[in-house]
């Protein structure tokens, strides 16, 4: 099975129920860590956000086996949010550990 680096765009005020509506659905490693976003065309901006152009947002990633992307989705989908939540998936060819 093929494994997928999975990764979720979440506003600040929404990672802890993103984050945790993820871990009851799998036991995959999150990588969460804080991005700045600028710019001027934010469909899913608060109207904060929009007047000053920049985004702060979460990222959370985690690799999980294809088959698991469409349930984690959903899960994020129906967890009680207060903004959108951008995601995408691709595929991971390979990856290791070098000690």
């Not at 600028?38 to 702060?56: H, I, N, P, Y």
């Not at 995601?87 to 070098?98: I, T």
């Amino acid at each position: 099975m093929t494994e997928m680096l999975l990764t979720f765009h979440c506003a600040l005020c929404d990672c802890d129920v993103v984050a945790e509506t993820i871990r009851t659905r799998t036991e995959a490693p999150l990588y969460i860590c804080q991005k700045t976003v600028r710019g001027k065309d934010f469909d899913d901006a608060s109207t904060a956000e929009r007047v000053v152009g920049l985004l702060r947002r979460n990222t959370i990633e985690l690799i999980v086996e294809t088959d698991a992307v469409t349930g984690l989705v959903e899960a994020v989908t129906q967890a009680k949010r207060d903004l959108p939540v951008r995601w995408h998936a691709v595929s991971v060819l390979m990856r290791g550990r070098v000690a």
